[in-house]
Each structure stands twice: as structure tokens, then as C-alpha cells.
Nanobody, 111 residues
Framework: VQLQASGGGLVQAGGSLRLSCDAS????????MGWYRQTPGKQRELIGT??RGGQFVKGRFTISRDNAEDRTTLQMTSLQPEDTGVYFC???????????YGQGTLVTVSS
């Protein structure tokens, strides 16, 4: 399974950013998709996960999952400098515990 994340970049504090992730290479539909992030000096942390057609809201972050395709988005609002980091999408297959990660996309929030 290959996960391709996009949408990262530089944004000013208070701004918004939308990340997308498309999966390919799986011979079956993916079960759970989600997002992690790794901020400077910290370990990778889970933001949230969704099943197909679902939505997850955590404060300023909203994760959505396309119902028909293996695609997920992460909408981030009111971004702060402490949100700076590398954001990774993830996926698991039905009946499997192994977690696939994408290569990550860098988000930089300037003050």
C-alpha cells in the first residue's frame, strides 16, 4: 500500500490548511485511514482515524474519509507555530493490524 500525502506548506499563524492523502497499491479496500504528526523534538502522535465515509473532529482538526475512494483529508484551522511538523497519513487493511504510513508532508506555521 502506498500513501501519497499532499497539501503541506507554509502558512501564517491563524491560517488554515487542508492536507490530502490518496492510497494505491492495495488489492482490497482499506479499512481505517488517519493522520499522525511529528512536531520538532517529539514523537509521532496520532491525530485521529476514520472509517470509510466517516468524519473525526478534534478541536481545530477535522479528518474526513471519502466513501468511495481510499482517500482522506485533514482540515486544519487556526494553525499555530506549535503545529509545525511533518504530517503523515496512515492506513490499515481489513482484518490486519499492520499500519501503513505515507512519506509525510511538511507543515510550517510562521508567527
Amino acid at each position: 500500500v502506498q500513501l501519497q500525502a499532499s497539501g503541506g506548506g507554509l502558512v501564517q499563524a491563524g491560517g488554515s490548511l487542508r492536507l490530502s492523502c490518496d492510497a494505491s497499491g492495495s488489492d482490497s479496500r482499506l479499512h481505517i485511514m488517519g493522520w499522525y504528526r511529528q512536531t520538532p523534538g517529539k514523537q509521532r502522535e496520532l491525530i485521529g482515524t476514520v472509517t470509510r465515509g466517516g468524519q473525526f473532529v478534534k478541536g481545530r482538526f477535522t479528518i474526513s474519509r471519502d466513501n468511495a475512494e481510499d482517500r482522506t483529508t485533514l482540515q486544519m484551522t487556526s494553525l499555530q507555530p506549535e503545529d509545525t511538523g511533518v504530517y503523515f497519513c496512515s492506513a490499515t487493511r481489513y482484518g490486519r493490524s499492520y499500519v501503513y504510513y505515507g512519506q509525510g508532508t511538511l507543515v510550517t506555521v510562521s508567527s
